[in-house]
């Protein structure tokens, strides 16, 4: 008899979400996590949540970004968490005439799709955002994009699966991981042995190492992102903010395995950029994205580069100091693609991960799309897209 229907490794967005689904399904879930809830990426993201709305012929990304909105505005709205919701939209900003030109085509092309983006002329951008160098030459606007504590959902989420009778069990690392004969899987811990009916990894950048566990190789590698804060300051910026210079680098060149990164073997390819201003009043931006191995020692180097990047959109910037830096592994799938679904040629194994640089925003929805193919057995179409198979292999 196990010890549970399905077990879940891993607190993060993805797993507290397949967590909080499965429950509500009324299976019976356990989920191991080796630190608190929320220790991994999911907690020290920037809880920027991007979406340009369902569109009229909803994809995979569609599902992931629109869908999650939707799951974090129930959990604020009709749940009672308060995990600083709020759908503030969100500006991407125009530095070059190269830029204005793509970002163009690009709301050109996502309109004529049903997606709610708009192009806003300099005077506009600075009616929403007083804060904005009138340099620019214009911003992307997209009322959709919300943001959230990154932390506070996360654990949200984990703490509505309790609610639903789901054992969540922190500071329990799984060290190993077997099939067992008879079906079924059993893991192990420094507190004993779990055994359950189904397995799902939902362990972000640590994919890799507990595929392992199980003599597959799973193509997910860590790649280091890092943000830095002022302390805390009166209201100050109201939307999401990003600029267009890495969505306009990577659209002529997204890179090899694993592509959108902005250093590339010890070399800059672009800048990037998010940022936002939290409900205590801190400022936060961040941007790089590098392998740099298992390392969440932030780049200073990065760092100032990324201050120099903010402050081009919001000169204010320039005249507060850093309060604090840090440093999280995003689980950045080679290919690109994420993988959500089954394993193919194991029994009863499942994997939601590959969420890369923007997971929390994803994430919910992920949880919820392996939630509803694990507990129906069939996988929603737009999954295929995420499909393991040919993509997760035996070592
Ligand atoms: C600096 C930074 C900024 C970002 N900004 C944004 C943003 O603004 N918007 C956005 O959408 N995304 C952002 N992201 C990306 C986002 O944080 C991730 O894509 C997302 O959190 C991944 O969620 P996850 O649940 O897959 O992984 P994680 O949150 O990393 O969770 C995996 C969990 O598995 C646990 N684990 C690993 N191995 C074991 C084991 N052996 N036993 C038990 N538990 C184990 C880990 O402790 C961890 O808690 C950012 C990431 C970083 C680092």
């Known amino acids: 008899m196990p010890d549970t229907d399905i077990l879940i490794v891993g607190g993060g967005i993805a797993g507290a979400s397949a967590a909080y689904h499965l429950a509500a399904h009324g299976r019976r879930v356990t989920l191991l996590e080796r630190g608190e809830i929320a220790s991994?990426?999911?907690?020290?993201?920037?809880?920027?949540?991007?979406?340009?709305?369902?569109?009229?012929?909803p994809d995979l990304q569609a599902h992931l970004t629109a869908g999650s909105?939707?799951?974090?505005?129930?959990?604020?709205?009709d749940h009672g968490e308060d995990i600083e919701f709020r759908q503030s939209g969100a500006l991407q900003a125009i530095h070059t005439a190269e830029q204005y030109e793509f970002e163009r085509a690009r709301i050109q092309t996502l309109?004529?799709?049903?997606?709610?983006?708009?192009?806003?002329?300099?005077?506009?951008?600075?009616?929403?955002?007083?804060?904005v160098s009138?340099?620019?030459?214009?911003?992307?606007?997209?009322?959709?994009?919300?943001?959230?504590?990154?932390?506070?959902?996360?654990?949200?989420?984990?703490?509505?699966?309790?609610?639903?009778?789901?054992?969540?069990?922190?500071?329990?690392?799984?060290?190993?991981?077997?099939?067992?004969?008879?079906?079924g899987y059993a893991a192990r811990?420094?507190?004993?042995?779990?055994?359950?009916?189904?397995?799902?990894?939902?362990?972000?950048?640590?994919?890799?190492?507990?595929?392992?566990?199980?003599?597959?190789?799973i193509p997910i590698v860590p790649v280091r992102g890092q943000m830095w804060a002022t302390p805390p300051a009166p209201p100050s910026i109201f939307q999401t903010i990003s600029s267009a210079e890495s969505q306009h680098a990577w659209h002529?060149?997204?890179?090899?395995?694993?592509?959108?990164?902005?250093?590339?073997?010890?070399?800059?390819?672009?800048?990037?950029?998010?940022?936002?201003?939290?409900?205590?009043?801190?400022?936060?931006f961040g941007g790089d994205r590098e392998e740099a191995g298992w390392s969440t020692t932030p780049d200073p180097a990065g760092i100032e580069v990324n201050r120099g990047h903010a402050a081009e959109v919001l000169p204010f910037l320039a005249g507060l100091r850093v309060a604090r830096t840090w440093a999280g592994l995003m689980p950045f799938p080679l290919d690109g693609k994420p993988l959500i679904?089954?394993?193919?040629g194991r029994d009863n194994l499942w994997i939601v991960s590959g969420l890369a640089s923007s997971g929390f925003g994803r994430g919910p929805m992920a949880g919820k799309l392996l939630a509803d193919y694990l507990h129906t057995g069939t996988p929603a179409p737009v999954l295929a897209e995420a499909d393991p198979a040919g993509r997760i292999r035996e070592r």
């Open 40 to 57: 991994g990426a999911s907690g020290v993201n920037a809880g920027a949540i991007d979406s340009i709305g369902w569109g009229d012929r």
């Open 69 to 77: 909105v939707d799951i974090f505005k129930a959990v604020q709205l």
């Open 189 to 217: 811990t420094a507190q004993g042995e779990t055994v359950a009916g189904a397995l799902v990894i939902a362990a972000g950048a640590w994919c890799g190492p507990l595929g392992a566990l199980l003599g597959l190789d």
């Open 252 to 284: 002529l060149d997204p890179g090899g395995e694993p592509p959108f990164l902005t250093i590339r073997k010890g070399a800059r390819v672009t800048r990037h950029l998010y940022g936002r201003q939290r409900r205590d009043g801190e400022i936060i």
């Open 134 to 183: 009138p340099r620019l030459l214009g911003a992307m606007y997209s009322p959709l994009r919300s943001q959230a504590d990154p932390r506070r959902a996360t654990r949200a989420l984990a703490t509505l699966a309790e609610r639903l009778g789901a054992r969540i069990l922190t500071s329990h690392e799984v060290s190993g991981l077997a099939p067992r004969p008879a079906g």
């Open 341 to 344: 679904g089954r394993v193919p």
């Open 111 to 131: 309109r004529a799709r049903g997606h709610q983006v708009e192009l806003l002329a300099p005077r506009d951008v600075r009616s929403l955002e007083p804060g």
